[in-house]
């Protein structure tokens, strides 16, 4: 069973500033997929990054980036020049790329962007 | 292009009623998820449609739940005989193939009185 862990669960920054959002994940799979999601006030769920189980490389998508480090299982979001729009629900979440196919989330990080 | 859109947006029922949730996928999306979210609380899985393969029911968390797809197309939840604890919001999700990024719809809450 994969499992999720998101241990921040409220964050604060100044705008402007980065900021790290940490994601730990537990699976014996060696294929598998990270995702992270942003989830406003509204309630949908905004796809961010996605970073593969063999990808050398961290994925950046604009000001997002995900920090990869799969000795340690772990897969931190950090969020450039942080912005008002930017406070939110942050989920991780991973996905086996073989068998089942369905998301296991984490419990999420509440961000909050100060002025 | 239209994303994945859920209806109804919030649903009230009083225990012991059955509702129908419905999701239309993005068009062209094979594969359909649907997910539940309870208050302050990241999200369960319930049940996956790809294309037509049987679908993965692993995530139900009961036998008064149920879904059901039509091809490609709209998919429906069914819970029979609301509990309490079943309120939540509901969210329904469609990717390209099983392999590709989910997208997300807007959810229904469910609120069992």
């Known amino acids: 069973a994969q499992k999720i862990t998101q241990t921040q669960p409220g964050m604060f920054v100044q705008e402007k500033e980065a900021v790290t959002l940490d994601c730990t994940y537990d699976t014996s799979d060696q294929s598998y997929g990270l995702f992270w999601y942003k989830q406003p006030s509204s309630g949908e769920m905004i796809f961010l990054i996605y970073?593969?189980?063999?990808?050398?490389q961290n994925a950046t998508e604009g000001r997002y980036s995900l920090n990869f480090q799969k000795a340690r299982k772990s897969a931190n979001l950090v969020i450039s020049a942080s912005q008002l729009g930017d406070s939110a629900m942050y989920f991780c979440?991973?996905?086996?790329?073989?068998?089942?196919?369905?998301?296991?989330f984490g419990s999420g990080t509440r961000l909050q962007v100060q002025p | 292009g239209a994303g994945v859109s859920q209806s109804p947006s919030n649903k009230v029922t009083e225990k012991g009623k059955d509702v129908e949730l419905r999701c239309d996928p993005i068009s062209g999306h094979t594969a359909l998820y649907w997910y539940r979210q309870r208050l302050g609380q990241g999200l369960e899985f319930l049940i996956y449609?790809?294309?037509?393969?049987?679908?993965?029911k692993s995530g139900l968390p009961s036998d008064r739940f149920s879904a059901e797809r039509t091809g490609e197309s709209v998919s429906t939840l069914t819970i029979q005989r609301t509990q309490q604890e079943d309120s939540a919001v509901y969210l329904c999700?469609?990717?390209?193939?099983?392999?590709?990024?989910?997208?997300f719809g807007p959810g229904t809450r469910l609120t069992v009185l």
């Open positions: 449609f790809q294309g037509n393969s049987a679908p993965d």
């Open positions: 970073q593969g189980s063999y990808d050398e």
């Open positions: 999700a469609s990717s390209p193939t099983h392999t590709d990024t989910q997208y």
């Open positions: 979440a991973m996905r086996l790329l073989t068998g089942r196919r369905a998301l296991t």
